[in-house]
């Protein structure tokens, strides 16, 4: 590697089909630090033909040497400068440009851009992308590439078979709409046009929202597998599995009816380990919010000498169709909002999931203990207490008791937030936490901010109610008084009463 200087008209840019980068950015910031310091780190570049250079590593800097020379040509006395000065230093610039010479790096240009730093503009993810695929066009291996890239070796990996994506998902990452972190938890549905497809609009809608959408759409996939395995279980044991009875929720369409509402003519109850392979029996997959599980239906009772232990009344289709629509709302709604909780779950980690950051948090134990002390006691009940909350300890230490106070504080407020701590709900305590979560830089999902707005309708009603009441009590007071003083029941008033 040799050391030289040469002149910058001297150098040539690379091949645009060779250059990572699509724009050099503003120059001028850099050109004025060329200017008053010259250029610190001398260029990398391959010899070309005829006495020229290609220059492999410092095409911007290249640039800014130009706008440097524009610089000192428009305005010579805002570097301190006169005409011949300016000539001066424009020409120790731009004639003598240092640089390394690597013949070795031929056909490596791809590598080289992605894993320079420095004076250079950091790469933008639709460049990094594109590097990427320069260095598989020039047969790379994808460890080399990550090591003298310094790209995860998955991100790598992803980058090639981005091949395989539907084209929407392609062309979003090519335009840096999709990070490769995303993409990686992507290529998972690669198999899924429809949940792809899902995912690729949200994410164009509101890409904060991709970790939230990917989480929903993992918990989707895991539970319709889980659905899968029972109905190949139900089937191996002798059940007829169908489709969902029209009985299940809202009345019924026909004569099906569910099991736990059937008795035999003695007035035993039909159970699926006993009755469930009969004859006209059925058993389906409910896709319920605690999981998938498996009930069974019998598809004509009074035809097979079963009697009914409900009354059933029928609802028209219109109706049924409402209502199932209400309720699957508000079981997606649930399960977002369980999605959710993963990444809220990767928040409060960061919060309080060691001793040295929970220390920095001892203002929310102190609030929620003055503000909402009957919550600590609840701390328990949230999904991440036995994580997060260390297990008492014979002997504190005043670190690790901080830790366990504050996230106690923490856990109990979050239960609080979301409304897991029973049918009692504390408004103030979940909306103080909600925007106490913002205020710390946690961004809501999808689920979140509806669940949010919820909670502030309902503390507004129930203000607007507590308003009416005591309008309506005051009226009824100002009436009775009334009442009493045109009946002459009233005292004469003191001048203490006047007063």
């Excluded at 089909?17 to 050109?31: I, Q, W």
């Excluded at 731009?94 to 031929?106: E, F, H, I, M, S």
Aim: hydrophobic content about 40%.
């Amino acid at each position: 590697m040799d050391l030289i200087r040469v002149s910058v008209e001297a150098l040539d840019d690379l091949d645009p089909d060779r250059d990572v980068r699509t724009e050099r950015g503003s120059l001028d910031e850099l050109a004025c630090s060329l200017i008053t310091h010259g250029l610190l780190n001398p260029l990398t570049v391959i010899p070309g033909e005829n006495g020229r250079y290609v220059i492999h590593a410092g095409g911007r800097r290249r640039a800014a040497l130009r706008r440097a020379a524009e610089l000192l040509a428009e305005s010579p006395e805002e570097f301190g400068f006169d005409d011949d000065q300016a000539a001066e230093r424009t020409a120790e610039l731009t004639g003598q440009v240092p640089c390394w010479v690597r013949a070795d790096l031929a056909g490596r240009e791809a590598l080289t851009q992605l894993a320079e730093n420095g004076e250079r503009r950091e790469l933008s993810a639709s460049e990094r992308y594109r590097g990427l695929q320069l260095a598989f066009a020039d047969g790379l291996d994808d460890r080399e590439i990550a090591h003298a890239a310094g790209v995860k070796l998955a991100h790598v990996r992803t980058a090639r078979q981005t091949s395989q994506f539907p084209d929407a998902a392609q062309e979003a990452i090519a335009a840096g709409q999709l990070d490769l972190d995303t993409a990686t938890e992507l290529y998972a549905f690669r198999d899924d046009g429809k949940a792809t497809a899902r995912l690729l609009r949200r994410i164009e809608q509101s890409p904060q929202q991709a970790p939230y959408a990917i989480a929903e759409e993992q918990q989707k996939r895991q539970r319709a597998a889980a659905a899968e395995q029972i109905k190949a279980e139900a089937r191996e044991a002798g059940y007829t599995v169908r489709g969902q009875p029209g009985c299940l929720h809202w009345g019924y369409d026909g004569p099906d009816e569910l099991f736990e509402f059937l008795t035999h003519s003695d007035g035993a109850p039909l159970t699926g380990e006993i009755d469930g392979a009969g004859d006209g029996h059925c058993a389906f997959v409910e896709q319920a919010y605690d999981g998938p599980r498996l009930r069974h239906f019998c598809t004509n009772p009074e035809a097979h000498g079963h009697t009914r232990a409900r009354h059933t009344s029928y609802r028209t289709p219109d109706e049924v169709a409402r209502l199932e629509a209400e309720r699957t709302a508000a079981d997606e709604h649930r399960l977002a909002l369980d999605a959710a909780r993963t990444v809220r779950g990767k928040f409060l980690r960061s919060l309080i999931g060691s001793q040295k950051v929970a220390a920095r948090h001892t203002d929310l134990l102190a609030t929620v203990a003055a503000r909402f002390p009957a919550l600590l006691g609840q701390a328990e009940r949230h999904h991440l207490a036995d994580e997060l909350m260390p297990v008492v300890p014979e002997q504190w230490n005043p670190p690790r008791a901080t830790q366990h106070a504050v996230a106690r504080a923490v856990l109990a407020a979050d239960a609080a937030a979301e409304g897991i701590i029973g049918w009692r709900r504390d408004r103030e305590a979940a909306l103080w936490w909600w925007n106490t979560l913002a205020a710390l830089g946690y961004e809501r999902g999808d689920a979140e901010t509806a669940h949010v707005g919820a909670l502030e309708a309902e503390a507004e009603r129930r203000t607007a109610e507590i308003a009416a009441a005591a309008e309506q009590g005051q009226a009824a007071a100002d009436a009775a008084e009334q009442a009493l003083a045109e009946h002459g029941l009233l005292g004469p008033e003191t001048d203490d009463d006047i007063a």
